[in-house]
C-alpha cells in the first residue's frame, strides 16, 4: 500500500533558522506531490505543489521543495524561517492510478522569536 | 480555486448522539472527499462521496456509523452516528481543484463526552 512518511515530528527552530522537512513517499508510478500547511486555528491550505517539469518548486512565503525521484522524496526547505511559520506541515503525495490522497502523518514547527 | 463552507466549525456532542456536517461548495464538482484528523495524527480519508452514488467507504469506516448523502454537485453531509468519545476529531471536507490538488473546508471540530 501507498505511504508518505514524515520523520520530523516536532521541529523548533529560532527565527532566521533555515529549514527542510523531509518527506518520502511509497509509490513506483507517477506522482503529484504536495505540501500543507496548517497554521493555528485555521484549515489546511496548499504551500506548494509538483506535477511534473522542475523538480524544484517554488511555493508561497519563500518556501520551495525538490522532487528527488530516485529518492522518493519531496523535502521542504525555507532558507530563513520567521516566527509567523509556525504551523503543522503535511506532505501529500497522489499517484496516476489511485484517486486520494496519502497524507503523512505532519511536521510541527514551532519558530521562537 | 473552490470555495468550501463547511458547518458546523465545532460542536460538543453527548455521547449516545449523531450530529451531521454540512459541506457546500461555490462550484460543481464530481467528487468530494470527507477526511478525519485525530488528535495528534494525520488526516485519514474517511469515505468518497459522488453525486447520485452511494459513498465509497475506506477501510475501516462502514456506512451505518458515517452515512453520507450526496444530493447534488455542490453539496454533501456526513452524519457521524452513535457517537462515543473516540469520535472526538476534526473532520474535513475536501475538493479536487484541477492543477491545485485538493481544497479543503475549515473543518468541524467534535468533542464527544
Known amino acids: 500500500a501507498q505511504s508518505v512518511s514524515q520523520h520530523n515530528h516536532h521541529v523548533i527552530l529560532s527565527e532566521a533558522a533555515s529549514l527542510e522537512l523531509g518527506c518520502n513517499y511509497s509509490?513506483?508510478?507517477?506522482?503529484?506531490l504536495f505540501w500543507y500547511v496548517q497554521y493555528p486555528g485555521q484549515h489546511l491550505q496548499l504551500l506548494l505543489k509538483y506535477f511534473s517539469g522542475d523538480p524544484l518548486v517554488k511555493g508561497i512565503k519563500g518556501f520551495e521543495a525538490e522532487f528527488i525521484k530516485s529518492k522518493f522524496s519531496f523535502n521542504l526547505r525555507k532558507p530563513s524561517v520567521q516566527w509567523s511559520d509556525t504551523a503543522e506541515y503535511f506532505c501529500?503525495?497522489?499517484?496516476?492510478?489511485?484517486?486520494?490522497?496519502?497524507f503523512g502523518s505532519g511536521t510541527k514547527l514551532n519558530v521562537k522569536p | 480555486s473552490a470555495v468550501i463552507s463547511q458547518k458546523p466549525s465545532r460542536d460538543i456532542c453527548q455521547r449516545g448522539t449523531s450530529l451531521t456536517i454540512q459541506c457546500q461548495v461555490d462550484s460543481q464538482v464530481t467528487m468530494m472527499f470527507w477526511y478525519r484528523q485525530q488528535p495528534g495524527q494525520s488526516l485519514t480519508l474517511i469515505a468518497t462521496a459522488n453525486q447520485g452514488s452511494e459513498a465509497t467507504y475506506e477501510s475501516g469506516f462502514v456506512i451505518d456509523k458515517f452515512p453520507i448523502s450526496r444530493p447534488n454537485l455542490t453539496f454533501s453531509t456526513l452524519t457521524v452516528s452513535n457517537m462515543s468519545p473516540e469520535d472526538s476529531s476534526i473532520y474535513l471536507c475536501?475538493?479536487?481543484?484541477?492543477?491545485?490538488?485538493?481544497?479543503f473546508g475549515s473543518g468541524t471540530r467534535l468533542t464527544v463526552v
Open positions: 501529500a503525495v497522489k499517484g496516476d492510478n489511485f484517486n486520494k490522497f496519502y
Open positions: 509509490y513506483g508510478g507517477t506522482v503529484n
Open positions: 475536501s475538493v479536487e481543484d484541477l492543477g491545485d490538488g485538493y481544497t
